[in-house]
């Protein structure tokens, strides 16, 4: 069973972002082969942060070396070797899958960008950092392009666009 574990500050608005984020990281894991996470018999958390750009800034400084602000950030709990087997091998029936932190104002600007709501963008960099906690990545072209249609899957799944598509101007 997956459990949704968030917590928010201002600037972030009053909203059900607990359900908006259980249906963004269910929507991921579904179209992974890691769905089976989503009926375990032990309890798979993820927890969110929505979090101010000054804090995403210092945690990535902090933790990935990079003095600069970036829209989300994932820190994964367990390896991606080990997914397939982590429910038979908790102690105590709970997996922490991993840490998601959003950006704000990043956030709100990049909605803004794109002509979408910030509950939409949000709900994409929820799918996209999920992902990152399952293993996926988007370093190299291959491993990008497999990312990339799975969040496609995912958001299709959730009504939204597709972040990914160009269009001519």
């Known amino acids: 069973m997956l459990e949704i574990a968030l917590s928010?500050?201002?600037?972030?608005?009053?909203?059900d972002w607990d359900a908006l984020a259980l249906r963004a990281a269910t929507?991921?894991?579904?179209r992974t082969p890691h769905g089976?996470?989503?009926?375990?018999?032990a309890t798979v958390e993820i927890s969110i942060r929505l979090a101010s750009d000054d804090e995403v800034h210092t945690l990535n400084k902090?933790?990935?070396?990079k003095d600069k602000l970036t829209n989300v950030l994932?820190?994964?709990?367990?390896?991606?070797?080990l997914l397939a087997t982590v429910s038979q091998?908790?102690?105590?029936?709970?997996?922490?899958?991993?840490?998601?932190?959003?950006?704000?104002?990043?956030c709100v600007a990049e909605a803004a960008e794109r002509g979408i709501s910030v509950e939409d963008h949000a709900m994409h960099l929820m799918v996209h950092g999920t992902l990152h906690?399952?293993?996926?990545?988007?370093?190299?072209?291959?491993?990008?392009?497999?990312?990339?249609?799975?969040?496609?899957?995912?958001l299709a799944a959730l009504g939204l666009h597709d972040p990914y598509l160009i269009t001519e101007d």
């Open 89 to 106: 091998n908790s102690d105590d029936g709970e997996v922490l899958l991993g840490d998601i932190i959003l950006a704000h104002g990043v």
């Open 74 to 81: 994932s820190f994964p709990m367990v390896q991606p070797d």
């Open 36 to 41: 089976e996470l989503l009926t375990s018999a």
């Open 133 to 154: 906690l399952l293993g996926y990545d988007h370093i190299d072209d291959d491993e990008a392009e497999g990312m990339e249609q799975i969040e496609r899957d995912a």
């Open 62 to 65: 902090q933790y990935r070396q």
């Open 8 to 15: 928010s500050d201002a600037p972030w608005p009053e909203q």
């Open 27 to 30: 929507a991921a894991v579904q």
